[in-house]
């Protein structure tokens, strides 16, 4: 199906998402679809946060060209879900290339988030660092519907993902993870150097930089644990997902590889009843599984426990390429959410439901599987406030970004 033709029947389907999708138990989900944009270019990553100070989350997009923001319009938890998700751009054009992930987070107590984008994709260019990969800090402007100042920082080639992460009780740093290492060929070659940036208290001074790892070839997506005293990172990569921690003003690796060798591009952690922690999965990197990992014996090593249970959740996924978890249903237990970008043998792009069973049977849930949503990202928060989390997707070929209203109530 050509990109024109899938829009057109985009735009039919849209045109009928005001019906909830059917729910007859707690367990099985249902949202009601709200469009916030279906004009924009890719759409390749967003966040959430309070952009404004209104105690509302707003949704933040980093677009081809332009990153934008997205107001929360508010009301009741239980009312309209149709009012107008106000956009504003932020910033545009900060490099020839497009841009490709933006980072948002409270991190001096204000209640408004601080922003930090990365530009200049450019995945094949793995040698020159003027063409390739770019990171940005922007400075916001008294009123934040108004264009924001960029601050050019250092940066590796293809930088390809950012977050916020806490790393003591007011300190926080940027990790930025780029795609390949410097002069890397299909996979090969000098490792990914993952940085983390830690903003000076003018944000125009030069930031402190401190090499978080290298070891790894081809990385993808990551995810942030915080839990008390200590945070860790899961990085997916080409050789699998691996966690680090920091410590004593340094991050270590942990552990063992989780899925080592299968090669991860999204990896997020979930919760099962009583708080045991299991990570999600894609894999490979734009692949078509999704797999859940528990502690349990390793192989090679029956003694230890670290993620050495997999249990694959589906391989019909063609390019996935957005994974959360979280509580959606109210069960106590997370749920894994996933979605992928291109049509499988269905000719269905989409996201799904994972929801965990009796005997550690997990059963599968369409939110979203015609051609409404080729999902390139995929985040979950609570954005009416009502206690449940609702899920928001940027769509790369279907061109839109939607609203998941949980409907659980």
Same mark, same amino acid.
């Given at each position: 199906?050509?990109?024109?033709?899938?829009?057109?029947?985009?735009?039919?389907l849209?045109?009928?998402?005001?019906?909830?999708?059917?729910?007859?138990?707690?367990?099985?989900?249902?949202?009601?679809?709200?469009?916030?944009?279906n004009?924009?270019?890719i759409?390749?990553?967003?966040?959430?946060?309070?952009?404004?100070?209104?105690?509302?989350?707003?949704?933040?997009?980093?677009?081809q060209?332009?990153?934008?923001?997205?107001?929360?319009?508010?009301?009741?938890?239980?009312?309209?879900?149709?009012?107008?998700?106000?956009?504003?751009?932020?910033?545009?054009?900060?490099?020839?290339?497009?841009?490709v992930?933006?980072?948002? #987070?409270?991190?001096? /107590?204000? =209640?408004?988030?601080?922003? !930090?984008?990365?530009?200049?994709? @450019? $995945?094949?260019? &793995?040698?020159?660092?003027?063409?390739?990969?770019?990171?940005?800090?922007?400075?916001?402007?008294?009123?934040?519907?108004?264009?924001?100042?960029?601050?050019?920082?250092?940066?590796?080639?293809?930088?390809?993902?950012?977050?916020?992460?806490?790393?003591?009780?007011?300190?926080?740093?940027?990790?930025?993870?780029?795609?390949?290492?410097?002069?890397? #060929?299909?996979?090969? /070659?000098? =490792?990914?150097?993952?940085? !983390?940036?830690?903003?000076?208290? @003018? $944000?125009?001074? &030069?930031?402190?930089?401190?090499?978080?790892?290298?070891?790894?070839?081809?990385?993808?997506?990551?995810?942030?644990?915080?839990?008390?005293?200590?945070?860790?990172?899961?990085?997916?990569?080409?050789?699998g997902?691996?966690?680090?921690?920091?410590?004593?003003?340094?991050?270590?690796?942990?552990?063992?590889?989780?899925?080592?060798?299968?090669?991860?591009?999204?990896?997020?952690?979930?919760?099962?009843?009583?708080?045991?922690?299991?990570?999600?999965?894609?894999?490979?990197?734009?692949?078509?599984?999704?797999?859940?990992?528990?502690?349990?014996?390793?192989?090679?090593?029956?003694?230890?426990?670290?993620?050495?249970?997999?249990q694959?959740?589906?391989?019909?996924?063609?390019?996935?390429?957005?994974?959360?978890?979280?509580?959606?249903?109210?069960?106590?237990?997370?749920?894994?959410?996933?979605?992928?970008?291109?049509?499988?043998?269905?000719?269905?792009?989409?996201?799904?439901m994972?929801?965990?069973?009796?005997?550690?049977?997990?059963?599968?849930?369409?939110?979203?599987?015609?051609?409404?949503?080729?999902?390139?990202?995929?985040?979950?928060?609570?954005?009416?406030g009502?206690?449940?989390?609702?899920?928001?997707?940027?769509?790369?070929?279907?061109?839109?970004?939607?609203?998941?209203?949980?409907?659980?109530?």
């Amino acid at each position: 199906m050509t990109r024109n033709a899938m829009k057109n029947v985009l735009l039919f389907l849209l045109s009928i998402t005001t019906l909830p999708l059917s729910a007859q138990a707690q367990s099985i989900p249902n949202f009601r679809i709200q469009v916030v944009d279906n004009q924009i270019d890719i759409g390749y990553g967003m966040a959430i946060g309070d952009v404004d100070g209104d105690r509302r989350p707003d949704i933040l997009l980093a677009d081809q060209k332009e990153f934008v923001w997205y107001k929360n319009p508010g009301g009741s938890s239980s009312g309209d879900k149709t009012s107008t998700w106000q956009r504003y751009v932020m910033a545009a054009n900060l490099t020839p290339q497009d841009n490709v992930c933006i980072a948002a #987070r409270d991190i001096d /107590g204000d =209640g408004r988030v601080e922003v !930090a984008v990365g530009a200049g994709w @450019n $995945p094949a260019e &793995t040698d020159d660092s003027t063409k390739s990969g770019a990171v940005f800090y922007l400075i916001r402007p008294k009123d934040p519907t108004q264009p924001w100042e960029p601050v050019r920082l250092h940066h590796e080639v293809t930088t390809h993902r950012m977050r916020w992460a806490k790393v003591g009780r007011n300190n926080f740093q940027l990790i930025v993870v780029p795609l390949h290492g410097r002069y890397n #060929r299909n996979g090969e /070659g000098r =490792g990914v150097k993952v940085l !983390a940036y830690e903003m000076p208290k @003018n $944000p125009r001074d &030069t930031w402190k930089m401190q090499l978080v790892d290298s070891t790894m070839h081809m990385t993808h997506n990551f995810d942030i644990w915080e839990d008390g005293a200590e945070t860790q990172l899961l990085i997916g990569s080409k050789e699998g997902g691996k966690r680090l921690a920091y410590r004593k003003g340094r991050w270590e690796p942990l552990g063992r590889w989780i899925g080592q060798g299968n090669g991860m591009g999204e990896v997020r952690r979930g919760f099962d009843k009583g708080k045991v922690p299991f990570v999600a999965s894609v894999e490979p990197m734009h692949g078509n599984k999704v797999a859940v990992y528990r502690n349990g014996p390793v192989a090679d090593a029956p003694d230890r426990l670290m993620y050495g249970v997999t249990q694959p959740l589906t391989d019909k996924f063609n390019q996935g390429h957005a994974l959360v978890c979280g509580d959606f249903l109210g069960l106590g237990s997370d749920q894994v959410v996933a979605g992928w970008r291109n049509p499988n043998a269905d000719k269905q792009v989409g996201i799904r439901m994972f929801v965990p069973g009796a005997a550690g049977q997990w059963q599968e849930y369409p939110i979203d599987d015609s051609v409404r949503m080729a999902c390139e990202d995929l985040q979950a928060a609570d954005l009416d406030g009502d206690g449940d989390l609702d899920l928001i997707a940027s769509g790369r070929a279907t061109l839109n970004v939607l609203i998941y209203w949980n409907q659980r109530k």
